[in-house]
């Protein structure tokens, strides 16, 4: 069975952007992604007479993706998890985009949706997180059409066209419902020449992530997510096994082990900013440096998570980094996990960049 994720609350990451934002001038970077995702797509429904769903699906098995014996993990070494599928009840198809707690929507009101690309890591291609303010309600479909964007972070990479999703749903309650994810074009059933197999397991993966993310305000909604094309359920994705409904993998197989919220991408700061994400390293140790655009290391320090080993990230949160004896300009925030070899062993330590702007 997958273990539960341990993961912290959208929310308190929300609040903790909000508190290290203070003081710092952030940059509009989203606009370009708002207008794109401002336009309504047809969206799928299907109901019969009396309200009942036209299509019953069989009994769904939730299997871990990369935890599926018959499929190799991302980085093709086979499973790293209980293999054991967990069976779900019966639930009917999509029925739109509603969130399991259908919250109101409203045109006035903007929702912060986690939305995962993928990255490169000495381990190989792994997932990263982006938290993207979208205005209205919540709503799934919007959820995944964030993943059609490009990332804001030069470093990632999307790898889902603009148009490949024509619905999301979700029907039946808590872990025992089913996330479902319609596709719009046949072709995303085979995975692209030039696609590895690689990316296109953290491709459905990101999916499932994403989406898992969207379903609740708080941790995220551990059901089985479902492929559709049409009205049935599609034997593969991308070339991935989807014929049953399936669940994340475990963050330490698909999930890079270094993560930063905060600051953003080509954040503009100016006197000091607090750094904060999550990660997974030896001891809950991160450090970060500060380098000029010519390479140069013009500050550093360290931090300590709130955890370390099994449960997934854990949040860190660094003291004040005081810029304001820095020249105006252009540089390169890197937060790592600590490395007690010193590059003797292993390949080396999970890391994340943003560029920033000193003024």
Known sequence: MTEPRDEPRDEQLARLITDAADGVEPTDRLAEIRTRTASTRRRTRWYAAGGASLLAAAAVVAVALLGNPASPGADGAGPAQDPTPTVTDPTPAPSGSASPADPPTGAGTTTSYTVFFVGDTARGPRLYSEVRDVRGGRDLFTALQQLETPPLDPDYRALWPEGSFADAGFDGVGTD????????????????????????????????????????????LQAPVQFYLGRNPIDQVLGVPTAEGLAAGLSEDVQAQMNVAFPTEDQVVAGSFIALGRNNGFEATMTWTITDEAGSVVLDGFATAEGWGEGGLFPWRTEPIDVSGLAPGRYIFTAANDDPSGGAEGVGPDTDTRSIIVE
């Open 177 to 220: 419902g089913q996330l479902s994810v319609v596709l719009a074009d046949a072709s995303l059933r085979e995975r692209p020449a030039g696609m590895s197999e690689a990316d296109a397991r953290l491709a459905v993966e990101s999916v499932i992530w994403t989406l898992q993310s969207a379903a609740s305000e708080g941790d995220p």
